[in-house]
């Protein structure tokens, strides 16, 4: 797959326009400098286009009046992300580089395996990679490994689509390695592996964007955000990426949440129900008690706990 990108990429750009003359187009060093500048590139155009585009069209806003979001979340997230990308571009370009110089199974023609192929191959690079990264996962979370690499993506509890790339550069090429490894295994037609690839990235966003819809069929099998949503709260459920499978078989299925009504957005609904109950409460007491009672206080009212923190007060000003 990247030998077309890279062939693209050298006959417009990089042979006319960049590398001297003497550097040779299969020159392997050239050919690492090369893959570093394409995959950061497309790395930070699939993460920050897509990411930005659930955020503005999918993402619901509210969910970042949770209490649980953190202060300036989505600038941490991006930080975090952006300053990943480019580590973990390294020990991708290796792989990428043997890719280039012939050493994978991909393949260019789709007669060398057939149609049928092409499509059980597509679906069980889905299953294959949706295997390898639920126990990947699973050992992130070791008490002993999962404080150095696994923890800054378990940051966000309630997180933005942002969060999708937002891990330690290990963690991060850890948990897309499955996907490198599959194409040395088996054989992969190389537009079913870019278009795949593709996919993966977006899904990686999609299960982080607090969008909880799937539709009923696919309820019970597919480890959507509903899922993944709960294992950012509730950290040791839901490991899997496409499918609820691997958590099914390990004991680790947790019925999300958000299929209960007690998502994080549901949580959000209710505090602003309670908050504008309690703004509502308020305004009655001063209305009835006229001006007998001067500077009474707010949070004397009958308003319940909830409405006393300082995030419920922000929240029921955000109401009013
Ligand atoms: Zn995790
Ligand atoms: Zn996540």
């Given at each position: 797959m990247m030998?077309?990108?890279?062939?693209?990429?050298?006959?417009?750009?990089?042979?006319?326009?960049?590398y001297p003359a003497e550097w040779a187009e299969d020159w392997w060093p050239r050919q690492l400098l090369s893959l570093f500048f394409l995959v950061n590139i497309s790395g930070y155009a699939l993460y920050l286009i897509f990411a930005t585009l659930s955020y503005i069209f999918i993402y619901d806003k509210a969910l970042l009046r949770h209490p649980r979001i953190l202060e300036n979340q989505i600038a941490k997230e991006l930080w975090v992300a952006c300053t990943s990308i480019p580590i973990m571009s390294i020990p991708t370009n290796l792989i990428f580089l043997a890719e280039v110089r012939g050493y994978s199974k991909l393949y260019d023609n789709v007669d060398e395996y057939g149609w049928g192929y092409l499509a059980f191959s597509a679906v069980f690079f889905l299953f294959f990679t949706d295997m390898c990264?639920?126990?990947?996962?699973?050992?992130?979370?070791h008490p002993l490994i999962y404080?150095?690499?696994?923890?800054?993506?378990?940051?966000w509890l309630v997180p933005t689509p942002f969060a999708s790339h937002a891990f330690h550069p290990v963690d991060g090429f850890l948990q897309s390695s499955p996907y490198h490894m599959f194409i040395f295994l088996f054989p992969l037609h190389k537009m079913a592996y870019m278009g795949l690839f593709v996919f993966v990235n977006f899904w990686t966003i999609s299960i982080h964007d607090g969008s909880y819809g799937v539709p009923d069929v696919f309820k019970p099998l597919v480890n959507g955000a509903a899922h993944h949503t709960d294992h950012h709260l509730f950290f040791n459920y839901n490991y899997g990426q496409f499918f609820t499978l691997?958590?099914?078989?390990?004991?680790?299925?947790?019925?999300?949440?958000?299929?209960?009504?007690?998502?994080?957005?549901?949580?959000?609904?209710?505090?602003?129900?309670?908050a504008a109950a309690a703004a509502a409460a308020v305004t009655t007491a001063v209305t009835t008690a006229g001006d007998k009672q001067p500077a009474a206080s707010p949070s004397a009212s009958a308003a319940g706990g909830e409405a006393t923190s300082p995030s419920a007060r922000a929240r029921s000003k955000k109401v009013d």
């Open positions: 030998d077309i990108v890279l062939h693209v990429a050298d006959t417009y750009l990089f042979t006319p326009y960049i990264i639920y126990w990947i996962h699973r050992w992130l979370h404080k150095y690499v696994h923890k800054p993506h378990h940051r691997w958590d099914r078989i390990g004991g680790s299925f947790r019925h999300p949440s958000s299929f209960e009504g007690t998502s994080p957005l549901d949580e959000v609904h209710q505090l602003d129900k309670k």
